[in-house]
């Protein structure tokens, strides 16, 4: 019989169960959806120009399919990350799966372009699923692996970019985009059909008292993995909130059911307002404006890769570009950036745990700073590429980790919403990039949007050394107190 005056935590039961097949299944149905997240935002880089075609829509009508995308996701990320936090993480995924995969697949049939540019708004919204997926994954891992395994997951991200570059390589050439739009959706629908084999966060029960239902997720992870839980007595993580006089009395009669819909309400929306509580609003701040200037800088680079190509030879260097391959080069191109993302992934799964994570992203944000920096200069074609991949794997790997440490720093019951503002914020980022980073380099003020970038990334790195907190090797905590 279990020893009852020994209690224990549901950090120590996941040390205790360690890192097996369990997780590797959490693992596999977590990256399926990031997978397939990755292929429906990549997928614009291909439909524009031929919905453009087709259709002989304006410029600013082809840019208006990207920036309706973006918009939904800022809503989806809050959206997502509200719900996950008040109602269950599975409850997120049914939501996320069901909108991206069925809206997705619609988008293909679309008769018109209004009809599409509103269907691909919908499907923006529905993949603001990252930070609510990383989060649930984040949950199931003992803190000693967190960093090395988070990072590892973030390659699904880059898998799908590789993927969806691929695909719409021979899809685009051989049928057209409505099909390439139908084929992408088929991870989505993968997420959906396995959502009843997902389980809930521990930790997410376990904060709202569920201790029972705990404990039989902790005896799966246990015997899957060939391991032994703690003796003695699971400890309830169900803390008392700062909000907690929303939540109604233990004797609510019946009638007053719609009251307890309404307080339920109200305790979703303060999730949101604790961001701004005294021990958490100068953390919140500075994720923010940390989120900001990653997502500006990597939305930058990414087009300054296609944009400094283009216009180098009006501005006066000797560089040629070759028509004779347009057809196949975007794919290519595409291809072959996202293929560069990984070694950045590498260098952050080597240092996340050894040197932590603010002084790793402190590493990385500065390594992007020195490979952006020789760009204020003109430099030969080589060259400029060579930095700009360069300063893209380490923006990437700076984004990894910061993705990493933003759920590691809230508590569990206002986690979710925590990491999809932040990440909502970061979006906002990369919405802004083009309207001031693309302006600058057609009108060939070259040295001018280096400069900014680099500001940016100097910002970036005093916000990460103002942030109070380092994460490393800590355990999740489910209450602000902690």
């Known amino acids: 019989m279990a020893d009852e005056g020994h209690r224990y935590t549901v950090d120590e039961a996941l040390t205790s169960a360690g890192f097996g097949k369990f997780q590797y299944l959490v693992f596999a149905y977590a990256g399926l959806a990031v997978f397939a997240e990755a292929m429906e935002i990549m997928i614009l880089s291909f439909i524009g120009p031929a919905v453009k075609s087709e259709w002989g829509v304006s410029p600013s009508a082809e840019s208006l399919l ?46 018109n372009y209004i009809s599409l540019v509103t269907l691909r708004g919908l499907v923006g919204i529905g993949i603001g699923s990252g930070p609510v997926f990383s989060a649930w994954f984040l949950e199931f891992v003992p803190a000693a692996k967190r960093g090395m395994w988070m990072v590892i997951f973030s ?64 005896d799966k992870i246990a015997l899957l993995n060939k391991a032994k839980l703690p003796n003695g007595m699971l400890v309830s993580d169900a803390t008392s909130r700062p909000d907690e006089e929303l939540a109604p009395p ?117 390594l992007v700073f020195i490979c952006i920096l020789p760009l204020a200069m003109l430099q030969s074609n080589i060259l400029i590429t060579g930095l700009l991949v360069g300063a893209r794997m380490f923006a990437f790997g700076a984004f990894t980790i910061a993705c990493i440490f933003t759920p590691e720093i809230y508590p569990t019951y206002m986690r979710t919403t925590g990491a999809g503002v932040a990440n909502s914020i970061g979006k906002f980022g990369g919405m802004v990039c083009p309207l001031v980073a693309v302006g600058l380099v057609t009108g060939c003020h070259q040295t001018a949007v280096v400069i900014l970038f680099g500001a940016v990334i100097l910002f970036a790195v005093i916000c990460v050394a103002l942030i109070p907190f380092e994460t490393r090797g800590q355990e999740l905590s489910d209450s602000v107190d902690a």
């Open 155 to 218: 390659t699904f991200w880059t898998l799908g970019s590789i993927f969806e570059a691929a695909l719409a390589w021979i899809v685009m050439i051989t049928l057209n985009w409505r099909w390439l739009l139908a084929l992408s959706s088929i991870p989505s629908f993968a997420v959906l059909l396995l959502y009843s084999l997902a389980p809930e966060s521990p930790r997410y029960l376990n904060v709202k008292g569920r201790t029972t239902e705990v404990r039989n997720i902790l």
């Open 66 to 111: 990207s920036t309706v995308v973006f918009a939904g996701n800022l809503v989806g990320v809050y959206l997502w990350g509200l719900l996950s936090d008040n109602y269950g993480r599975k409850k997120g995924f049914l939501g996320i799966a069901m909108i991206t995969s069925g809206i997705g697949l619609l988008s293909a049939f679309s008769p």
């Open 250 to 366: 233990d004797n609510t009669p019946l009638l007053t059911s719609s009251r307890i819909r309404i307080t339920k309400l109200k305790s979703g929306f303060s999730s949101f307002l604790l961001l701004f509580s005294s021990r958490l609003v100068r953390t919140t701040l500075l994720l923010w404006m940390l989120f900001f200037g990653n997502s500006f800088t990597y939305y930058g680079i990414i087009l300054m890769t296609s944009k400094l190509s283009s216009t180098q030879s009006k501005c006066g260097t000797t560089l040629t570009v070759s028509q004779s391959m347009h057809d196949s080069s975007l794919y290519f191109s595409v291809f072959l950036a996202s293929l560069g993302e990984l070694p950045g992934l590498v260098l952050a799964g080597i240092i996340v745990d050894r040197a932590g994570r603010k002084l790793s992203l402190t590493i990385m944000l500065i």
